[in-house]
């Protein structure tokens, strides 16, 4: 009888290990786990297939296969103001007692207060006065050890955790599947191009010479003998709006056949991209999901997702993502 028992039980074990195999084999299997199935999850696996396979008359040779990827509200939290503006506020804070006269000459007054009421308020010259100041006047170098030393204590209000952990694992994985079928994938951001390359190959896996971004003017110099390029307090490039499609013609010299955004922001990069002859995938990401991020549109000032916008997206065929239905968790963090 023991026996008996004892074959039943490995028995049992046998059925569970296997069960269990084929459960972690269909998870591995799934090139998009942290998304739900459905018309955005299939459009974008059919769209790989397609263009990458040999003999399909969709096949796009691997120098064409060229995606790009908006950051701020695509790839990452940029509510309730984009973290690199939580930087910049730092940053002044901290050279306030440098500055005496700050205490009394807007916008720097009110960073100085920390009345959150009032820096809701700030509007978009505030903000560019503010970076200006707050990311000038040292070396290239010097700025992005700055960046760094402050990513690894500053952390977001909302979820108490840093920056770079709230990185949309959804998206993280559209970038590691393309990227394992020969596209080559660039960020495309209105934020700061020397800000975001600090950590957009570890956060993101893009290499900085992939970042394509607002850019300020630099100051060719010397420092005891060594050269050094010295950031300046004017802006180069805005790399927003239409200045998203001039900037990828400027760097990469191609145009994309896939392009992620969400907001008005990224409105013509995607119609840039949808352009042109052949094959192409455009996708916005629409944040409806108050309970595990946020959820905001037409009216937000961050990340605006107009009701245009929208509109054009069903109109041409843009996959517009509900973070809400088609996500099942939105950061890596949530799989633990």
């Not at 096949?59 to 064409?64: H, I, L, R």
């Not at 973290?83 to 006269?101: C, G, M, T, Y």
């Not at 809701?120 to 903000?127: C, Q, R, S, T, Y």
């Not at 996959?319 to 239905?325: C, G, L, P, R, T």
Request: glycine fraction near 8%; aromatic fraction near 10%; include cysteine.
């Amino acid at each position: 009888m023991l026996v008996k028992k004892t074959n039943f039980f490995c028995l049992i074990t046998l059925c569970l290990t296997l069960l269990s195999a084929q459960h972690i084999l269909a998870q591995t299997d799934d090139p998009l786990p942290s998304w739900n199935d459905g018309a955005a999850k299939k459009t974008i696996i059919a769209f790989v297939k397609e263009t990458t396979e040999q003999g399909n008359p969709k096949f796009v040779p691997v120098e064409e296969r060229i995606a790009t990827f908006d950051q701020d509200g695509t790839l990452w939290v940029e509510q309730p103001i984009y973290s690199q503006v939580f930087f910049a506020i730092d940053r002044l804070k901290a050279l306030a007692p440098e500055h005496p006269e700050w205490k009394d000459k807007e916008p720097y007054k009110t960073v100085i207060s920390g009345d959150q009421a009032a820096l809701a308020k700030l509007n978009e010259h505030d903000i560019v006065q503010i970076v200006a100041v707050t990311h000038s006047g040292m070396s290239l170098n010097d700025y992005h050890q700055k960046v760094h030393d402050w990513l690894q204590t500053a952390v977001h209000p909302k979820f108490n955790k840093p920056f770079t952990q709230l990185v949309y694992q959804p998206m993280l994985e559209v970038m590691q599947l393309m990227r394992k079928n020969g596209f080559k994938t660039y960020i495309v951001s209105g934020g700061g191009q020397e800000f975001i390359r600090v950590y957009a190959d570890k956060v993101y896996g893009v290499p900085s010479e992939q970042v394509i971004g607002t850019a300020g003017k630099v100051k060719y110099d010397y420092q005891n003998g060594h050269p050094v390029l010295i950031k300046l307090p004017e802006i180069l490039f805005v790399d927003d709006f239409g200045g998203k499609p001039e900037g990828i013609n400027l760097i990469i010299g191609k145009r994309p056949i896939a392009a992620f955004g969400n907001s008005i922001g990224d409105q013509q990069m995607l119609e840039w991209t949808q352009g042109s002859a052949g094959t192409r995938l455009e996708l916005l990401v629409h944040h409806d999901d108050a309970v595990r991020e946020y959820a905001y549109g037409p009216d937000s000032k961050v990340g605006t997702f107009s009701d245009a916008l929208m509109e054009e997206a069903k109109q041409k065929g843009w996959i517009v993502v509900s973070m809400k239905d088609d996500w099942k968790l939105i950061f890596p963090f949530n799989a633990n």
